[in-house]
């Protein structure tokens, strides 16, 4: 490692080897990573359409409750 004077631009030192740096944008993702994120991603995906799917069935059940209570309500009742 050598010292820098003023003005003087930092560089590889004579039989220093410069290191290899990825530019922005171009890391390298392992196989391993890019699973463990798909496996993620899929998960999650099913969770929310899980979610999803158990509140559609709540409204469904919901209104078809409050069609039946409309329908006992204006069905008249037996003539005494």
Known sequence: MRL???GQARGPAPGEEQPQVP?????MVSGKQLA????KAFS???MLLTLYGG???????????QH???????????QS
């Open 4 to 6: 820098l004077q003023q």
């Open 23 to 27: 530019a922005l944008g171009t890391a």
């Open 36 to 39: 463990d994120f798909g496996y």
């Open 44 to 46: 999650g995906s099913m």
């Open 55 to 65: 509140y559609l069935c709540t409204v469904r059940v919901q209104r078809m409750l």
């Open 68 to 78: 039946r209570r409309e329908r006992e309500e204006n069905t008249p009742g037996p």
